[in-house]
């Protein structure tokens, strides 16, 4: 009873992950017509972009967590610089 339960599952699981896949099917359109170069060349500019998007998030989340401690000291020599200039002034 269990691995008939389990079999039902399973089957459940893999066809609704095909069912709602958002990936574009070209290979239904003839090899060599428009629509399917069209096609072809909307997957490969959404992957690019895709891509490029996933590097530059990539390269800030770096960036923030590697040089805030280097900010917070630049800030805190800033806010010293002012209240000496400040000091002078007075």
Avoid: R
Avoid at 10 to 29: G, R, T, V
Avoid at 45 to 65: L, R, S
Wanted: hydrophobic residues 35%; proline residues 0%; contains cysteine.
């Amino acid at each position: 009873m269990k691995t008939k339960l389990a079999l039902a599952a399973l089957f459940i699981l893999n066809f609704c992950n095909i069912a709602f896949s958002n990936e574009i099917n070209c290979m239904e359109m003839k090899k060599f017509s428009t629509e399917y170069f069209k096609c072809k060349g909307n997957v490969l500019k959404d992957k690019t972009i895709t891509a490029g998007q996933n590097i530059i998030k990539d390269t800030k989340n770096y960036q923030e967590k590697e040089w805030s401690e280097e900010k917070t000291k630049i800030n805190k020599t800033k806010d010293k610089i002012i209240k000496a200039k400040e000091k002078v002034l007075n």
